[in-house]
Structures are given as C-alpha cells and as structure tokens.
C-alpha cells in the first residue's frame, strides 16, 4: 500500500480550520504585474535549485504543459503517468530526448505522490479525476500546476481551495489567458477606470461539437478502463466519451460552461474584481439544453444562456454557449459600460468602442510574465500564482452555477459568506456534488465557518 493510500483516511477533524477574516479593501490591483505577495508559508529555494516535476496525464494538454516547462534550465521531468499505455510513448521519447535518459513510467500516480524527490506534479487528467489527484498530492506536500476547469463539481472545488490552504501548496492553474497582454491589458484597463462604469459582462463560445453515435466496445488494449473512469459513475467503454471526447459527457466534465466559462467569464470575474480574489455572484438563471445538436451521444448543453447577478459592484453578466454570434469572434469576453462603451477581449486581440461602435485608443500595461515561469518562480517563492487555485476555484464554482441553475430548472442563490448555495435549488445537480463510485474516497476539507452539503 503506498503512503497515500494509508493517507486517505484522515478524519475531517485533523483538517479543520478556522478561515480569516474578509481581505480588507484596498487599492485595485495592476493586473499585468507579476504574482502577488506571498501569503503562502513555506520553504522557499534558491533561484538555480531544480524543480523535479511529474506528469499525470499524458498526451493531450499535460504533455503541453510538460513540454512548456522544460523550456526552463530549472526543471526536470522525472516521471510519466497515464492509466493508458497508449498515450505515453510520445512524452517517454520527448523527456528521452531532452534528458538523454528515460523518465520513471507509472499508471497509478500515487507512486509519484511517494517518491521524495519529485517537488510538483502536472495534473492533466479529465476533470473528473482533478479533485482526488490535486488533494493527494496536496497531503503528500507537493505543489502542482493543475489544468482547468480545476474540478467536476462545485464541492470539489471548494475542496481542493480548504486542501491547497491548509496543506500550504502553491497551485498555478491552466487558465494560461490570465498570463496573456490582450486579456491581461484589458482587465488592466476595465480596473483603471477608464472604460466607466461597467455594468454588464458578457461572455461566449461557439459550440458544434458533436460526438456521434457509438454503441459500446472493449476497451483498446493498454487502456485500463476501470481506472481511468476513476470516482465518476461507470459507463461502458465507448471512444466517444473517453479521450478528450469525455468534456461533452456531464458524468465527466461540464460541457463548454465550465471548459472555455473557466476562461472567457474568468476575464469578467477578474475585471470587475480588485484583486484575484473574486466577485462571487449573488443569483443566476439558465436556460438552453440540447437544443442545436440532436441525434448524438453528448449529454453536455449545445445552447445556453445564463444571467448572474452580481452585487458589490452592481452588474449582471451574460454567459452563451451556441452559434449566432455574426461578426463576433467565436469567443470572448465584453465589458459594457453605463455610457455605452465597450470594450471586447478574445484570444488575439482587444479593442475599445464608444456608444456609436467606433473605435477609439486604448493603453497598453507591461506584458505579463510566462505563465509557466510564474508557476516554476512561486514554488521557489512561495508566492500565489497568477492563476493560484484559490482564485480559480472562484471561476470554476461560477461556471458550474450555470450547469446548476440548468439541470435545477430554477434560478440558484450564491451565499458569498458561506461561500456556498444557499438554498436547496442546485444542489441535486451532479454540477453541485457527486456520489464517487466505490473504492473511492474525497477527502474533506471545510472551514469550521463554512458547512457544505
Ligand atoms: N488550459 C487549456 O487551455 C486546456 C486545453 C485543453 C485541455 N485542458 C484541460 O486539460 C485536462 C486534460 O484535457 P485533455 O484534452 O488533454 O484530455 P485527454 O483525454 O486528451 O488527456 C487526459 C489524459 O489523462 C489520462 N488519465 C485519465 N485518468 C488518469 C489517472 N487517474 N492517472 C493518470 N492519467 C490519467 C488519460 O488516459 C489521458 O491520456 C482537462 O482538465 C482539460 O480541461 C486545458
């Protein structure tokens, strides 16, 4: 039995703490200067020492980040691992190259959580296997850049928040547009001022995704099924629903609400918020379904629009998965102000309009830094990341609401102060909590203030 194995256990008592108080207001924060201060305790390095990292999660986006990181002179990849053999040759052979030697191979990942000298570890999974991998590394005292959405439901994101708090880990989360000039001098510019009063955000996503009709099938060879489907509800194996495909499936992910929400509204949240720590919204309805793409497998929205209410500043934003948007990118994130300025934000580029639709100049902040450096610096530093996982999980929570409210069928009410639904409507939603699937075992973390579920 591994170390975390035996770990998991641990009572709810042996992890309650107490939460501070509400930071105290301050000034608005230049969103494109580099982390904040640190308020994470911890032993910092010097700036040569190397981190040893470990991917879990091979082939698609972990081996992105992986590659990203050993950009850096300061870092080694020591190990890969992947409950498909499948989907390991090609990042094997990218650290064989690189390193002259080959990484450590494993299918369970807590045998990476074991070894002492492996410091962080890349969580590329699916979401539905963040919470418990992110947790345990958390317990095993390792830090981790950990993709987005950082969670399959709302609880396990306030989990894993209490877990990176309590444990004292530095998080960057893969929200990588938050380290990126067009979305990083619009926020700056929305948090000077100069747009005005903003009141209404919207964000947007173009879906056409379909998965099609499949009926099941034995799993590849070299697949092990059973692990990779992990605390989510089995189904039998269908390619459709398992690499990649899983995003359009509600039993693993949250469809593009929380797979490009935990991006575009991020840029909302951040601009109508002083600092990282974010406005959370008050209420929020939604409405769509399956409406646009029939005959498919996907169970995730095609179409939806939601309206969240937000207090403290005053203003409503609009969330919308669908197709018509013309002569709109096929993203983005717009800032609406009481005069009827606009300022509009998508990957590439950003522009400001006044109240006739002409463009006028805007103001450029210092570029941010490389959000994988940033990352690789607050582990020595033990300052917060730019994406820390605090504050993603803010973003995270709000992209769920909107599955929420959906599958609720009613409007659901946020409780910023026990930062939780407040209220039954939502919380029957696998968006809130799920059952994990025997064998498996969240670990819980609650502020003593805050009672969840
Ligand atoms: N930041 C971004 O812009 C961005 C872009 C794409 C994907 N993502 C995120 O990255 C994550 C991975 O997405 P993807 O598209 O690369 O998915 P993917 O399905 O292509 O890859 C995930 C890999 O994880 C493996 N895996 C599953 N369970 C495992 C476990 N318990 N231990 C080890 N390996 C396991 C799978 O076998 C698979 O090889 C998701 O959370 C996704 O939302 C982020």
């Known amino acids: 039995m591994s170390e975390i194995e035996k770990n998991t256990d641990w009572t709810r008592r042996q992890f309650i703490v107490r939460t501070g108080a509400a930071a105290a207001a301050g000034a608005v924060a230049p969103f494109a200067l580099a982390s ?65 030697r ?21 969580v590329g999974t699916p979401d539905h296997w963040h ?51 067009e979305f990083t001098d619009a926020i700056d510019y929305i948090r000077s001022g100069k747009l005005g009063r903003v009141t209404l955000c919207r964000a947007w996503i ?10 099941p099938t034995t799993p590849p060879a070299g697949l092990d099924y059973d ?21 359009w499936f509600m039993n693993f992910g949250g469809g593009l609400s929380t797979d490009w929400g935990v991006h575009m509204m991020d840029i909302a949240l951040l601009g109508m918020s002083k600092d990282e720590n974010l406005v959370m919204p008050t209420k929020v309805s939604a409405f769509g379904g399956q409406l646009a793409i029939l005959d498919d497998d996907r169970t995730a929205p095609d179409s939806m629009e939601a309206i969240y209410e937000f207090h403290d500043p005053n203003f409503t934003m609009h969330w919308s998965i669908g197709r018509d948007h013309p002569g709109k990118e096929s993203h983005g994130t717009e800032f609406v102000s009481a005069d009827g300025r606009t300022l509009r934000v998508w990957r590439g580029g950003w522009k400001v309009l006044d109240s006739g639709g002409k463009e006028i100049p805007k ?24 994406a820390d996982l605090g504050s993603v999980a803010q973003t ?14 009613e409007t659901v009410h946020w409780d910023g102060e026990r930062n939780d639904i407040a209220g039954k409507a939502g919380k029957n939603t696998l968006s809130y909590k799920r059952p994990y699937r025997k064998g498996y075992k969240l670990p819980v973390y609650k502020p003593l203030s805050t009672e969840v579920g």
């Open 102 to 122: 080959r990484p450590d191979v494993y299918k369970d990942y807590r045998k990476i959580l074991d070894r002492k000298d492996i410091d962080a570890v890349i």
């Open 227 to 247: 692990s990779w489907v992990g605390p989510a509800a089995m189904l039998p194996y269908q390619s459709n629903r398992c690499h990649w495909n899983w995003r």
């Open 396 to 409: 995270t929570i709000v992209c769920h609401l909107s599955n929420a409210a959906l599958y609720a069928g």
């Open 363 to 386: 103001e450029e902040s210092a570029p941010p830094p490389n959000h994988w450096r940033d990352f690789v610096d607050c582990v020595k530093t033990r300052n917060k990341p730019r």
């Open 206 to 215: 173009s879906d056409d995704f379909r998965a099609g009709r499949q009926k």
């Open 131 to 181: 919470a418990l991998v992110l947790i345990h590394a958390c317990q095993a005292g390792k830090d981790a850049y950990c993709e987005k959405p950082i969670s399959h439901n709302i609880v396990e994101a306030q989990y894993m928040a209490e877990a990176v708090k309590q444990h004292k880990r530095v998080v960057q989360c893969g929200t990588w547009q938050r380290s990126t000039k």
């Open 36 to 100: 904040a201060p640190g308020s994470l305790k911890g032993i910092s390095r010097s700036a040569n020492e190397k981190l040893v990292i470990g991917l879990v999660g091979c082939g698609g986006m972990g081996a992105a980040n992986m590659r990203n990181l050993m950009n850096f002179p300061d870092v080694e990849i020591a190990a890969v691992c992947d409950v498909d053999e499948n989907r390991m040759p090609g990042d094997i052979s990218t650290v064989e190259k690189k390193y002259g």
